[in-house]
């Protein structure tokens, strides 16, 4: 069975995905988003089209929406700040995970040895195919529809949870206060109760003289960062109370 036999089925199956995402009318700007390379490879001919291009102009559409977002929803962050946020949002990780949402691996057309060693799952392939069906949804529908597609699944992210990519919420909550001022947050020690080998240690996190948020953990350090996350969730209360 050659390449184009052997992605047969993930043609055919296209109109699913176009119903999924909305898509009106003809499908070939789709069905490029989807073709990776690797199905080119020892048969191209003039004309054939991978998704590359798509993808660099889906990489571009992408940032200046999330950019765009960011920059109207925390007018207080400095440059940093936002650079931060925008590259968490719309990391490699964080995109391989829209993709899956939409099932893209299910759709990917790629060479048959890709395909039989599952490469249509790996994180840097989904992201790629989500980057070009951003660049071809955009091209086949206009910025409006793109927009609505790219928003849909990145609102929740950019109302409450991009700190959920980092690890370092203390880091996220120091790099937020310094667009106020130059003051630094600190975790003062509430308690530390139970046995020796069975603490729980309780701190408070404290800017400007106000406590933000209380955490316990199984050690300072993991308290600290729970309050600091805790903080983060609530930045929209306590924002602009602070540093005034």
Same mark, same amino acid.
């Given at each position: 069975?050659?390449?184009?036999?052997?992605?047969?089925?993930?043609?055919?199956?296209?109109?699913?995905?176009?119903?999924?995402?909305?898509?009106?009318?003809?499908?070939?700007?789709?069905? =490029?988003?989807?073709?990776?390379?690797?199905?080119?490879?020892?048969?191209?001919?003039?004309?054939?089209?991978?998704? =590359?291009?798509?993808?660099?102009?889906?990489?571009?559409?992408?940032?200046?929406?999330?950019?765009?977002?960011?920059?109207?929803?925390?007018?207080?962050?400095?440059?940093?700040?936002?650079?931060?946020?925008?590259?968490?949002?719309?990391?490699?990780?964080?995109?391989?995970?829209?993709?899956?949402?939409?099932?893209?691996?299910?759709?990917?057309?790629?060479?048959?040895?890709?395909?039989?060693?599952?490469?249509?799952?790996?994180?840097?392939?989904?992201?790629?195919?989500?980057?070009?069906?951003?660049?071809?949804?955009?091209?086949?529908?206009?910025?409006?529809?793109?927009?609505?597609?790219?928003?849909?699944?990145?609102?929740?992210?950019?109302?409450?949870?991009?700190?959920?990519? &980092?690890?370092?919420?203390?880091?996220?909550?120091?790099?937020?206060?310094?667009?106020?001022?130059?003051?630094?947050?600190?975790?003062?020690?509430?308690?530390?109760?139970?046995?020796?080998?069975?603490?729980?240690?309780?701190?408070?996190?404290? &800017?400007?003289?106000?406590?933000?948020?209380?955490?316990?953990?199984?050690?300072?350090?993991?308290?600290?960062?729970?309050?600091?996350?805790?903080?983060?969730?609530?930045?929209?209360?306590?924002?602009?109370?602070?540093?005034?």
């Amino acid at each position: 069975m050659d390449t184009i036999e052997y992605n047969k089925d993930r043609v055919a199956a296209l109109p699913l995905l176009a119903k999924k995402l909305g898509w009106q009318g003809d499908t070939t700007l789709l069905q =490029q988003a989807l073709t990776h390379p690797t199905y080119f490879e020892g048969q191209r001919s003039e004309g054939d089209q991978d998704n =590359q291009r798509l993808e660099f102009l889906g990489d571009s559409i992408l940032g200046f929406i999330v950019a765009r977002e960011l920059f109207k929803r925390n007018p207080g962050a400095d440059e940093g700040y936002l650079s931060k946020t925008r590259a968490a949002l719309v990391c490699e990780g964080s995109l391989a995970d829209l993709a899956r949402d939409l099932d893209l691996g299910a759709y990917i057309i790629m060479g048959k040895g890709s395909l039989k060693n599952g490469e249509q799952n790996r994180n840097s392939i989904l992201a790629d195919a989500f980057e070009a069906v951003t660049g071809a949804i955009y091209l086949a529908q206009g910025l409006k529809p793109v927009e609505d597609f790219l928003l849909t699944r990145f609102t929740p992210e950019l109302e409450a949870k991009v700190g959920d990519r &980092y690890e370092d919420y203390k880091g996220l909550i120091q790099m937020l206060v310094q667009t106020l001022d130059e003051r630094h947050v600190s975790y003062p020690l509430l308690a530390a109760e139970g046995p020796s080998h069975q603490r729980t240690f309780t701190v408070a996190l404290v &800017y400007c003289g106000k406590t933000l948020a209380k955490a316990s953990g199984p050690s300072k350090k993991e308290a600290e960062q729970r309050a600091a996350r805790l903080a983060w969730q609530r930045r929209e209360e306590w924002l602009p109370k602070v540093g005034r």
